[in-house]
């Protein structure tokens, strides 16, 4: 004698919600949408519940959510990367103008990335040279452009690697994307050692005379600090920032330790974060000496 069919369990759940609960959601219904939610946070800062940090944190954590990989990455043509077959002294002088601490390191084709080096590493060949640059390499991740961006912090925190290179529908490298650029979707941008507080200036002096001046500053701004006309010298192409004529003027996007002549001024590259310039060193260009 067959069992009797067990009993299905019911597909309704106990609403155990009291009935004043109910009536408040009905009042007051919670958000239906991400628009809605990040209004809701909008109002809780302005009702002085939570901080405006925390606010744009939650908007970012909300936020996060529908952005990928490619959204944030650091795109193929403004990546660093270290030719295998290149000599110990170009590899080394490359790591230390770049200033990064991972590099994705390829072999004849650029696209052919054959593995990640540890900046720190290098230095394991300076005290034991017979030891093979390929030794050194650890294993590089790749990942689609669609990954989303929560899954990859997860498996950044699971994995313990901190760099992906992204690959594009064809297979092809478009960027890579590092734990930085993803955690600062939710924290704002992360400082580093040649960062300054916003309330420091875009342009201040230094001991030696010269002045560290952003790269995102405004054109009008260098200008009046320094007594110059710059907005002159491309009549043709607009920039809103000096960053922006520098790398135009330069014809590449520039790299740390490299210098140009403008305006009767030197502009040394001090630090560039993604592509971009972040920090210059300003002197009268009659005033500066070899590098």
Do not use: C
Not at 52 to 75: F, H, K
Not at 182 to 187: D, N, R, S
Not at 202 to 214: C, K, P
Not at 225 to 242: C, R, S
Request: net charge negative.
């Amino acid at each position: 004698m067959s069992e009797p069919h067990p009993e299905r369990p019911s597909l309704l759940r106990e609403d155990k919600r009291t009935f004043l609960q109910k009536l408040a959601e009905f009042i007051h219904p919670g958000p239906d949408s991400t628009d809605e939610l990040i209004e809701t946070l909008a109002d809780a800062e302005d009702n002085h519940i939570i901080g405006a940090e925390s606010r744009a944190m939650l908007e970012g954590v909300i936020r996060m959510a529908d952005m990928t990989s490619g959204d944030v990455m650091v795109a193929a043509p403004r990546m660093d990367r270290l030719n295998i077959d290149a000599p110990f002294d170009e590899l080394l002088h490359q790591v230390i103008d770049t200033a990064h601490s991972r590099f994705p390191v390829f072999e004849g084709d650029p696209d052919n990335i054959i593995g990640i080096l540890m900046a720190k590493d290098l230095l394991k060949l300076q005290r034991a040279p017979e030891h093979n640059i390929r030794a050194l390499l650890r294993p590089a991740v790749f990942i689609p452009e669609s990954k989303g961006l929560n899954d990859l912090l997860r498996d950044f925190r699971g994995n313990r690697n901190h760099l992906a290179i992204v690959i594009d529908e064809f297979g092809r490298v478009a960027g890579l994307v590092t734990i930085e650029d993803v955690l600062e979707q939710i924290v704002g941008e992360i400082e580093d050692e040649f960062d300054v507080a916003a309330d420091e200036g875009d342009i201040f002096g230094l001991s030696d005379r010269t002045y560290r001046v952003s790269g995102d500053t405004p054109l009008e701004r260098v200008e009046e600090a320094f007594a110059v006309k710059l907005a002159d010298l491309e009549p043709d192409d607009h920039f809103d920032t000096i960053g922006g004529l520098i790398a135009h003027a330069m014809g590449h996007v520039p790299k740390r330790g490299e210098r140009h002549t403008l305006a009767g001024l030197d502009f040394l590259v001090m630090h560039t974060k993604g592509g971009a310039v972040k920090w210059f060193r300003v002197s009268p260009a009659a005033q500066t000496t070899g590098s």
